[in-house]
Structure formats: C-alpha cells, structure tokens
C-alpha cells in the first residue's frame, strides 16, 4: 500500500472498500501473529465540519482504533502564549508562570500513521485477550491464558451455573483475584487482564515483543489533540459543564475524569488526575499539551500504540 494513502488527506479521499482492505492488512501485518484479529469494525467521527471514516480492530482484547497521519502538525503552546489561548489561561485562574511550567512548548513535526489503543490501561495490568460469557472461548495470546486459564474459569464459574444466555446482562462489570482481572466487554464478553509487578522497562519490552510501544510525547498530544492547535482539543474555550467524554478529532474516547498520568516516551507524564467537578485550574490537564512529573510507576496508566511504518 503507498504510504500516502495513509496520511488524513489522502486517506480521506479513498473509497470505503480500498480503507476496509487497508485496515485489514494494517491488522496483518504490523503486529505479531501471536495476536487474534477478532474483529474490524468501520467508524464515522463528524467532529466540527472535520469527517474521518476509519476502523475500530479488536486485537489481541483491546480496541484498536486506526489514526491517519498528518503532515507539518502544530503541536504544544507558543511562547508568549497566544491570545485566544491565554484568554482561557486567565478564565480557568491560571498564571503565565504555571502555564510555561505544565505545558509543552510548540513544535512541528510530521506524524506517523497508527494504530492506538481505544482506552488507557493501568500500569500494572497487560490485557491478553477476551472471554464469551456463553462458550467460555477464549480469544486473544493463548500463551499468556494458559497460565492464568484456570483461575479466570474459576472466577466466571459462580457467574454461569445456571444462567442461560439472556442473563449475561446479571455480569458485574469487574470480577478480580491477585492475578487476574475481568472486566465486562459488551454483553457476553469479558476483556482478560494479568496482573503484573513490573517496571516501566519490562512493560516497554512487553508492548515491543508484540509490535507496540509507548507514544512519545507529540504523538500523543496529536491523538489526544487530533492535530488542532488549541489549548484543548474542542477549540479554545472553556469545557462544558458536566461534561464526561473530551471531543476528540479522531473519536477517541477520552474521560474527563481522569484516574492518573499517562507514560509516555519521555521525561515527562502526559495529564494528571481530574476529579468530578474539577474547576479552574484543576482543569488544565483536559488540555493535550499537559505536561505532569512522573509519578510513581503504579499509579499511572498507559495507552499502547502501533506505528505503520513503511519503507
């Protein structure tokens, strides 16, 4: 496939039957064979005048959603920062001071084409695949399952005895052990986590054996950001009332709640923790361009991603 095909603009303008075959070869050929493709789904996002028609893929027992690439992209905040985005510095109470000290500063840089995860995971968790409630078949890295096989049966044991299909929707949404951890995926699936003590490097050896990695920093400002150059990415101004999900270019689900900093590939966290009715300048981590200490390693969450890169 020509490299340009991939790129937003091109990639936009291809016809439905040559992106679905795109999309099922990007789920070939760029990760391990290891990993289950268990389903490709097409996905519209409108977002301001802006249309993308991609594809969620299920891999491996997490969604993966497939990013265009962009060239010559905006990223991070100009020094002095410009009107229209200090207009909203001032409104959430937000000093120059702690602006130049959260967020990034501005960069251009061309962005890769990607697969990326469709929701963070915790650091000490790694997703291996998926369970049906009603067959108990299991999808996703059989190595890793047949380790912890017996355990996640024995957790699904007292849920099924006596439920007939229908009932599945009776499911918790989350049945743990010490190993193990099982969170409800539609209505008769749970998505398989193993428990891991592990550190930042033995996670990044992990991802790289299966053809992942940790986004750098500007790699996950342009997803979180959809490539816009604005403070947050709905556009400078303030967020919603109430709202739960941040807009996003690309259709990312992204909670306005946030439970923890981001990892990213670099010296610095990406987000922070955002409470239900933050205000002011606890919001200021909604903004892609947040630049948050590194904390603690099991405390954060991570956001896997694949690079399509070809020759």
Known sequence: MPKVDLMLAEWN??????????????????????????????????????????????????????????????????????????????????????????????????????????????????????????????????????????????????????????????????LENETVVLRLAGEHAYQVAVKQDWDQAALVKRLSGFGFALPDEREYEYLMGGGLDSLFGWGNRLPDPGMRYVPNRFGLTVPAEREGAELVRSAFAKSAPVAAGAEGPDLLPLSPFYRSRLGEFKTMRYRKIAKVELK
Do not use: C
Not at 34 to 41: E, G, K, N, R, T
Not at 45 to 62: A, C, M, P, R
Not at 81 to 92: K, S
Not at 118 to 130: K, Y
């Open 13 to 174: 303008a291809l016809p439905p039957e040559r992106q679905r075959f795109i999309a099922t070869q990007l789920s070939r050929y760029f990760l391990s064979p290891l990993l289950s493709v268990d389903a490709i789904v097409p996905v519209a996002v409108d977002y301001f005048g802006n249309h993308l028609s991609t594809f969620d893929i299920l891999i491996g027992g997490e969604w993966m959603r497939f990013v265009p690439g962009m060239r010559q992209v905006a990223l991070g905040v100009k020094q002095p920062v410009p009107a229209e985005m200090q207009g909203v510095l001032t409104a959430l109470g937000v000093s120059e001071e702690a602006g130049q000290r959260h967020l990034s500063p501005a960069a251009v840089r061309d962005m890769p084409p990607m697969l990326v995860a469709r929701a963070s995971v915790l650091t000490g968790e790694a997703v291996i695949g998926t369970i049906d409630l009603t067959t108990q078949v299991f999808s996703g890295d059989h190595f890793a399952y047949v380790a912890v096989k017996n355990q996640v049966l024995a957790l699904l044991r007292p849920k099924t005895v006596g439920l007939a299909p229908a009932a599945t929707g009776n499911f918790p949404p989350r």
